[in-house]
């Protein structure tokens, strides 16, 4: 994880449940000029517009005076949805059995993208097993990693 987003972390979460929800994650992506934050909530209720609305407000209002980003940016507040994003290893735990898509920062044996069944994690690994092969996917080397809903 980014020290921009463990920043943005600090700042955020304790808003988001203040406000009742689950913080389950945030994207910072920065391409040039154009900064996006997305916040992701939860509840197990789940997640309305209007929580969606609550949380952005909140969290525009800190973002404004603490101003941990420079320039402009467009902020996001959404729920995870069906094909939840997956950011820290409790999460990948919580999904054992399910269906998922990884990709890496950086090659691992010869390849950055994999689909297959979360099987566990061990250590700081998430075991993921694709076709016959299981493979152990440093959680530090993980740059996106999301659900494959099933209907």
Known sequence: MSGKVTELESLLVPIIEALGY??????????????????????????????????????????DVEDPISGDYTLEVSSPGMDRPLFRLEQYADYVGEQAKIRLRVPYDGRRNFQGVIRGIEGEDVILQVEDHEYLLPIDSIDKSNIIPRF
């Open 22 to 63: 689950n913080c389950w994650g945030i994207e910072y992506l920065s391409q040039g000029r154009h900064t996006l934050l997305r916040v992701y909530i939860d509840h197990p209720d789940g997640i309305s517009v209007e929580a969606c609305a609550a949380v952005s407000r909140q969290a525009s209002a800190v973002l």
